[in-house]
């Protein structure tokens, strides 16, 4: 079972069919949605501020999730993947968004719906990715603008593949 711990009075809560892996910890002020998974390695530290999950997120395995003490919070909208090693300290990511491995998301930055934030890149402290793109690079800068049919082959189906994956290890 994965390490869930209280801490400065908070409880971490979890919505229906979520998989949290053996290995995960999902500490303090932390709530998901729905059909969330937490994979191996993953880290939801709330102990500073609260981190809120909407329904069918994907944590990946090492992936970071923090906050900068009474500045920010972490708030991920439904139908996000939040990809292998990626760290997200006190920033926003709306709907329908992929995080791509290794990719790091700063204080106070939003991530629009519909967008992905590529595999390494670096989105500084309050800066705002459009919806509906690709941002790459350190610092992240937007490559591209993604057709509806792009959005749905990149990030609809990769959330619904860790869906099929959660439901391996609860079966």
């Known amino acids: ?76 909208g439904d139908n996000v993947s939040v990809g292998h090693n990626a760290t997200v300290h006190g920033a926003r990511v709306e709907h329908d968004c992929l995080i791509g491995m290794g990719a790091t998301l700063l204080d106070n930055a939003v991530v629009h719906s519909g967008t ?7 989105v500084l402290s309050n800066q705002e990715c459009e919806p509906g793109c690709v941002y790459a690079g350190v610092p992240a800068k937007k490559v591209k603008t993604l057709t509806p049919e792009e959005q749905h082959r990149m990030i609809t189906l990769n959330a619904e593949h860790y869906l099929t994956y959660s439901s391996w290890y609860t079966e």
Request: with cysteine; net charge neutral; hydrophobic share 45%.
């Open 1 to 76: 079972m994965a390490l869930i711990r209280p801490l400065g009075g908070f409880t971490p809560q979890f919505g229906k069919n979520c998989f949290l892996a053996e290995t995960a910890a999902i500490i303090g002020d932390v709530t998901t949605g729905d059909d969330c998974s937490i994979w191996y390695g993953a880290v939801l530290r709330g102990d500073v501020n609260p981190i809120r999950l909407g329904n069918r997120v994907n944590i990946q395995d090492g992936a970071v999730l923090h906050t900068l003490h009474r500045k920010s919070v972490v708030e991920i």
């Open 116 to 122: 992905i934030v590529a595999a390494g890149a670096l």
